[in-house]
């Protein structure tokens, strides 16, 4: 009986398969679950905000009053919640999305190595007379690392301009939480 190298390194190649797929698993999870924790806690707070608010507004009897503190009050510190909820979640997006790309970098140089492995297997145990299809062989393998080579390159691409884009909002939001500040306590002066 004899042994394939092939049927061996197979096996190692979908043990390290499953385990790729399992850490890219764990990293959504992981960012859902964050995700979750965040819109929970923007929740919560906003039911006790809410509940407080709804207080004050019942003493107060003037309808113009009601109208200005809902408008001052409120509506500005709504504003400043979202934009402090939007941070947060671009923040959650970015991290998983810097693991994920690190694992698909792990998992596209493992495979490069694997074919490499595999070429020279296959050309070292070829038979003689056969020089001419191991070049063509060789050759095709050439460019399948050249693909290789692009694809990677796309996916750092597309990982660096999410990046780019999550920080574009984070920075969207920061710039609406601090008119948002500006404007309330611009509101507030006037009031007082």
Known sequence: MSKNPFDVSAMANQTKGIESVKAVGQVALTSAQAIAQLNQQAAQELASRLQSKVAELMKTQDPKAAFDFVHAEVLQEAAKEVAGYQSQLFQALASGNKEIANIAESMIKESQQDLIHFVNEATQNAPAGTEPYTSVFKASFSNA??????????????FVSFEKSVENMSQFS????????KES?????KTK
């Open 185 to 189: 306590s611009a509101r507030t002066k």
């Open 145 to 158: 690392l050249q693909n290789f080579e692009l694809i990677r390159a796309a996916m750092a691409d597309s």
């Open 174 to 181: 920061a710039v609406q939480k601090e008119g948002a500040q």
